[in-house]
């Protein structure tokens, strides 16, 4: 089972929660158990998972990666400038595996599963596949 997300997204770097739209999916799907790979086929977005309660961890998170991979370097060569979305992408990483039991998601109390933009705004999408 597996399922294409389109995703707009609206500012330069943001982490855009996805958690309830993968599961309503499962929920229709009526997945019951299993894993699931959620996975961003764009190399300046990743996934991660990460707290959901308080709205300034998005912020202190994005602030510290652009202390870490400044957007402007002047010894950067790659020709799109976009070089330190490369690297937080690579920092995050591309996907995430999550566990499904009784038809949930297993989260902690606190996490949400996020999609990580990184050179936007842009039309994106992500991937999720249902393993049994």
Not at 19 to 33: A, G, H, R, S, Y
Not at 38 to 67: C, Q, W, Y
Not at 109 to 117: A, L, M, R, S, V
Request: contains cysteine; aromatic residues 8%.
């Amino acid at each position: 089972m597996f399922k294409t997300f389109p995703l707009k997204t609206n500012k330069h770097s943001d982490m855009i929660e996805i958690t309830n739209q993968i599961q309503q999916w499962l929920t229709e799907e009526q997945v019951d158990n299993g894993v699931i790979v959620v996975s961003s086929m764009h190399t300046t977005a990743g996934i991660t998972v990460n707290e959901n309660a308080d709205p300034d961890v998005k912020t202190d998170f994005l602030r510290r990666l652009d202390e870490v991979y400044p957007w402007e370097d002047k010894n950067d060569r790659h020709m799109e400038g976009n070089t330190a979305a490369h690297l937080k992408t690579s920092t995050v990483g591309h996907a995430q595996t999550i566990v499904i039991d009784q038809g949930q998601l297993v989260l902690g109390t606190w996490q949400g599963i996020y999609f990580c933009e990184f050179d936007g705004p842009r039309s994106r999408q992500f991937h999720v596949k249902v393993l049994r």
